[in-house]
């Protein structure tokens, strides 16, 4: 199941403009713009060759609370497409009524991120589904007991015999189909790519200057990077935590304490509160933080400096992330077997 292939991806219920002709603009260059340019296949390459069959089983498996331990919570408890695949509470709640110490991250996009989790301790998909699934505060699951569960429902036998000829359901198996099915959420078209593709109309002449200002004075792209707008690095922001991060990890790096990853930035408008720990609950609060370059200590990243901000820039930095979110984003449940 494992080879070299890139899928393109299609949202049938969003339309977008293309092929349209870039404009002269004060507020960016086509190649400035280009650099946040959206790609239009999702990366298989070295995973588990993609097949619909495949993603199809492994989003019924996302969506079933039968890989729970008590049988009542599945991945989308903490990962609600509705609320771009993360959880509207400040910390997320785990098996019996569990709140946990930090916020779900999202599942967006995730083909184009590595490592996984907020302090990095997964390398694989598949790795990180497992890590909730089995985890007792969280999905408190056991796949000896998940394996003995699904091999009494027929068509789930019969799906995994036929995705998985020769292997059927396993442990593995099942982590294959539900890492497949991560790897094709990807965030819907947005105000932002249809500017991006030349559309000048496609957001507003304030959301154009907080573009000029992200990519510029206030300093947000040296972490938000490219399309998904993350670095894919461990950085110490500042913020007030006793979550040691990274260190736990990289205990012999003094800048790994406190440090998490950058997450992406699409959709941002369906995924408050913010940071690890869900300790800021609007965008104009996030800018504030940055403004002032979070708590003064050794591990804080270099790249946090303060900045000082109009109301009128504050205003349009939002106005800005606003134009990340999807026109639609449309996430259908699936049938489950009995």
């Known amino acids: 199941m494992r080879g070299k292939k890139s899928v393109s991806y299609c949202l049938s219920t969003i339309s977008f403009s293309i092929g349209v002709l870039l404009t002269s603009s004060p507020f960016a260059t086509a190649g400035e713009r280009d650099d946040y340019r959206r790609p239009l296949t999702i990366p298989f390459e070295g995973v588990a060759e993609y097949s619909p069959q495949l993603a199809t089983l492994g989003k019924m498996l996302f969506f079933d609370p039968r890989l729970s331990g008590a049988k009542n ?32 991250p999202t599942v967006l996009n995730m083909a184009w991120v590595k490592p996984y989790f907020w302090d990095g301790r997964a ?13 007792a505060g969280e999905m408190n699951g056991s796949f000896h007991v998940i394996v003995a569960d699904l091999k009494t429902v027929p068509d789930y036998v019969s ?36 500017w991006v593709d030349g559309d000048e109309a496609a957001i507003s002449e304030s959301a154009k200057r907080g573009f000029e200002l992200f990519t510029g004075s206030a300093r947000c792209a040296q972490c938000h990077t490219g399309w998904n707008f993350t670095d894919n690095k461990f950085h110490d922001i500042g913020l007030a935590t006793e979550d040691v991060g990274r260190a736990k990890l990289d205990l012999k790096d003094p800048a790994a304490l406190h440090a998490f990853k950058t997450p992406g930035l699409r ?36 790249l946090m400096q303060s900045i000082v901000l109009t109301e009128k820039e504050r205003t349009d930095l939002v106005d800005f992330m606003h134009t990340l979110t999807a026109d639609q984003q449309e996430a259908s449940l699936p049938t489950l077997p009995n």
């Open 123 to 135: 390398d694989t998909l598949e790795d990180q589904a497992a890590g909730p699934i089995t985890a």
């Open 159 to 194: 799906w995994f015999d036929q995705v998985f000829p020769g292997e059927g359901m396993t442990k593995d198996t099942i982590l294959r189909a539900i890492a497949t099915y991560e790897r094709t959420v990807v965030s819907g078209w947005s105000p932002f790519d249809r």
């Open 267 to 302: 959709n941002t408008a369906y995924r408050a509160p913010f940071m690890h720990n869900g300790s800021v609950t609007t965008l104009e609060a996030v800018i504030t933080h940055y403004e002032t370059g979070g708590i003064d200590r050794p591990s804080r990243s270099a």
């Open 73 to 104: 919570m599945n991945c989308a408890s903490c990962h609600n497409p509705s609320f771009g695949y993360e959880s509207p509470v400040a910390g997320s709640v785990g098996a019996a009524n569990t709140a946990l110490a930090r916020n779900s």
